[in-house]
Antibody
Framework: QVQLQQSGAELVKPGTSVKLSCKAS????????MNWIKQTTGQGLEWIGI????????SYNVKFKGKATLTVDKSSSTAFMQLSSLTPEDSAVYYC????????WGPGTMVTVSS | DIQMTQSPASLSASLEEIVTITCQAS??????LSWYQQKPGKSPQLLIH???SLADGVPSRFSGSRSGTQYSLKINRLQVEDTGIYYC?????????FGGGTKLELK
């Protein structure tokens, strides 16, 4: 069965970076795009971007360009999202979700940015 | 960006009642519209894709429809397990955008 396993919660300091992971199993990793989504209580759900694991091609929400960088490691069927220059406004739960229709979601990774 | 205006923001309904949630797109998005249900502390789950297609394993009491740029999610005969927050998503044009959510509670 399809599973997306995300890395654990992060507590990070402002100004630093963090790299989140999303390990896929139960399907051919390169056959489906992977989305990343941010969820906060105040802003609801925001689409960050999408990556094609086969080609490495990406598309970003302009709002997150320069903030998020999406990559994959095909050998381990893992998608990554690096968030840089973190501020308290980056505190959120981050999800990975498979395919354009987001038919499977990971459990989410909570990121807390605090000094 | 395409705006997805979702209504109502919250809804209280009785068991077995029929519930309808709508999303109005700010421009044409074709059938690139999906609906999700989110339970507290859990990730969203796909209910409907392509505006009207039921996702695998989703009960048939859920259905989606489209009228122009207005999209609706209908729940026939509301059940206890249907409580949660519902979101629509357009993935026609980047950046893909979600509706603001509808919190559904039992009366």
């Amino acid at each position: 069965q399809v599973q997306l396993q995300q890395s654990g919660a992060e507590l990070v300091k402002p100004g630093t970076s963090v790299k989140l992971s999303c390990k896929a199993s139960g399907y051919t990793f390169t056959s489906n795009h992977m989305n990343w989504i941010k969820q906060t209580t105040g802003q609801g759900l925001e689409w960050i971007g999408i990556i094609n694991p086969g080609s490495g091609g990406t598309s970003y929400n302009v709002k997150f360009k320069g903030k998020a960088t999406l990559t994959v490691d095909k050998s381990s069927s893992t998608a990554f999202m690096q968030l840089s220059s973190l501020t308290p406004e980056d505190s959120a739960v981050y999800y990975c979700a498979r395919a354009r229709v987001m038919n499977f979601w990971g459990p989410g990774t909570m990121v807390t940015v605090s000094s | 960006d395409i705006q997805m205006t979702q209504s109502p923001a919250s809804l209280s309904a009785s068991l077995e009642e029929i519930v309808t949630i709508t999303c109005q797109a700010s421009q044409d998005i074709g059938n690139y519209l999906s609906w999700y249900q989110q339970k507290p502390g859990k990730s969203p789950q796909l209910l409907i894709h392509s505006a009207t297609s039921l996702a695998d394993g989703v009960p048939s009491r859920f259905s989606g429809s489209r009228s122009g740029t207005q999209y609706s999610l209908k729940i026939n005969r509301l059940q206890v397990e249907d409580t949660g927050i519902y979101y629509c998503l357009q993935h026609y044009s980047a950046p893909w955008t979600f509706g603001g959510g509808t919190k559904l509670e039992l009366k």
